[in-house]
């Protein structure tokens, strides 16, 4: 490009001798003005295309940084002990069946919690408002009581669900805590062999994977507010106890349905960040014993390209600059 940039010059310069001396014909002028404008078109253009070729250029050079980056990074990657990698799928491994087994056992320990908790709850609402003071059972809790009545239920419904969130959440904690953390920092070791480039996209990948323990409970308390209402909204009448024993039932089959979707749901995206990470370790190795089989001379051949192509996009980025200045 340069090479066209100093022939559309020198063009240029020739036509102004011909514009300055007299005896030259008013044609030649003519044709000299009319060559000069349509060079300094040609060279406008010229600057123009370097512009938009001057960022291409720096793509390709980063390539080339990523392709030495890689080079560099392939003796590295051979020499990591295989025997280690084998321990560390062997124990991802191991945690993924734990896991499972842990979330199995602490469902029904939960659920089991939940709903005793929630039986002795409506058992102290049954003695406070059905039996009356000589002991006996009421019909029901009438007009003068059921504002109390109702409020103390709701009370004690949005207490269990608090409770509920704690239950799982702990339970959570502990499957998430079965992973062994020597395993969580073992992977990044491996992970920081790679090059710059794949490196990050694995961190973004497993830091994405990591699943978020919130528990977003609200969602799951519609239906049973549902069945709460019926009571809420009772106007006319006493409510009965048979109507507070199927809310209480209600809630009880509700119980064991949270605490399965909840955990099951979040224990398949733990068993998901470990199945990542046990890929990551079988593409390693299999990059591993590539990497093995190189030879020095075609390590050497790798290089030898590499710098020739940066040499030649150097030279090209400096023309263009050239230009552009």
């Known amino acids: 490009m340069n090479e066209y940039l100093h022939t559309l010059h020198s063009i240029s310069q020739s036509s102004e001798p011909l514009l300055t001396e007299e005896h030259n014909s008013l044609e030649i002028q003519e044709s000299a003005t009319s060559l000069g404008k349509s060079v300094e078109l040609c060279i406008a253009e010229l600057r123009h295309s370097a512009n938009r070729l001057k960022p291409l250029v720096e793509v390709a050079l980063n390539d080339l940084h990523h392709a030495e980056d890689v080079w560099n990074s392939k003796p590295i990657i051979a020499k990591a002990s295989k025997q280690d990698i084998w321990e560390h799928l062997g124990n991802l491994s191991g945690a993924d069946v734990k896991i499972l087994i842990l979330a199995e056992e602490y469902k029904a320990e ?34 003068g009581e059921k504002e109390g009545f109702i409020e103390e239920i709701r009370r004690d419904f949005e207490t269990q669900f608090a409770e509920l969130c704690t239950l799982i959440k702990d339970g959570l904690n502990l499957v998430h805590q079965s992973i062994d953390n020597e395993e969580a920092q073992a992977i990044r070791k491996y992970i920081y062999m790679l090059n710059t480039q794949e490196r990050k996209q694995i961190l973004i990948n497993l830091k994405s994977a990591n ?5 977003d409970i609200e969602k799951y308390k519609n239906s049973a507010n549902n069945a709460l209402s019926i009571l809420e909204n009772k106007i006319f009448g006493d409510i009965r106890w048979k109507e507070v024993v199927k809310f209480k039932d209600e809630f009880y089959e509700m119980i064991e349905s949270i605490v399965n979707t909840i955990i099951e749901e979040k224990v398949e995206l733990l068993t998901e960040l470990i199945s990542q990470k046990i ?39 400096y023309g263009i600059e050239a230009i552009v200045n």
């Open 279 to 317: 890929e990551f370790y079988n593409d390693f190795l299999e990059r591993q014993q590539r990497y093995k089989q190189e030879t020095p001379e075609q390590r050497e051949a790798e290089k030898n390209w590499i710098d020739k192509q940066r040499q030649k996009l150097e030279q090209l980025k």
């Open 211 to 215: 699943p978020n323990l919130f528990i």
């Open 110 to 143: 939960a659920v089991e919690i939940a709903q005793q908790s929630w039986e002795q709850q409506i058992e102290k609402l049954r003695v406070k408002w059905f039996i009356d003071a000589k002991g006996q059972p009421k019909k029901g809790v009438g007009w």
